[in-house]
């Protein structure tokens, strides 16, 4: 069946994007001249986020969310604890067949800033039933809709969103936002 790699091998394929989107956004950072990009990852993943960016003093919690382009999903499901992180963050990551990413969907403010208020949205459900069938609520976890994301088309951009003008100056004069497609076609 095609596609059903990517429901039995969740797990390696979400560490795999992972990877592919960090070191996508080290090398925007790296080809502006700024060297001093921090990636951190918890050992648990129970603080509601999966990497930490840290760059000229700015701190970016992020909670990353992958989803095939053809996929019907219209939500992201988060957990409150984001909303206590200063300058947390929640990025969509949208990939092909082939892996290639983008386009990305953004949730959080500007560096320093909290994220936008979850609190009085609709509130996550288990995906797998109990015994009675009932899928119970995940109290400390909202369902954030796909029309509160801000739509992103490059990489380039969603570094500027994380990062602001203190980087984002550097990255557009030293890398064009479609370096990624370029280099794509130029493989093929």
Same mark, same amino acid.
Request: hydrophobic share 35%; glycine share 8%.
């Given at each position: ?20 989107? =960090?070191?996508?956004?080290?090398r925007?950072?790296? %080809? $502006? #001249?700024?060297y001093?990009?921090? !990636?951190?990852?918890?050992?648990v &993943? ?8 840290e ?17 019907? =999903? ?7 604890? %984001? $909303? #206590?992180k200063?300058?947390?963050? !929640?990025?969509?990551?949208?990939? &092909?067949?082939?892996f ?27 995906t797998?039933a109990n ?9 400390? !976890? ?47």
């Amino acid at each position: 069946m095609e596609g059903a790699e990517h429901s039995h091998h969740s797990s390696q394929r979400e560490a795999m994007l992972e990877d592919l989107f =960090v070191g996508e956004v080290m090398r925007r950072m790296w %080809l $502006a #001249g700024i060297y001093d990009l921090e !990636v951190l990852k918890p050992q648990v &993943d129970d603080s509601g986020y999966d990497l930490v960016f840290e760059t000229n003093s700015i701190v970016r919690h992020v909670q990353l969310k992958s989803t095939m382009r053809e996929s019907k =999903v219209q939500g992201a499901n988060v957990h409150l604890r %984001l $909303a #206590g992180k200063p300058s947390g963050c !929640v990025i969509v990551v949208e990939f &092909d067949r082939e892996f290639n990413l983008g386009p990305f969907y953004w949730f959080g403010g500007a560096p320093g800033e909290r994220l936008p208020d979850i609190l009085s949205l609709k509130v996550a459900r288990h995906t797998k039933a109990n015994s009675q069938g009932q899928k119970n609520e995940r109290p400390d !976890v909202r369902v954030i809709p796909r029309s509160k994301f801000l739509r992103v088309a490059t990489v380039g951009e969603v570094v500027d969103l994380l990062f602001g003008s203190s980087v984002s100056g550097s990255i557009r004069r030293s890398t064009p936002d479609n370096l990624t497609s370029d280099l794509r076609a130029s493989s093929e």
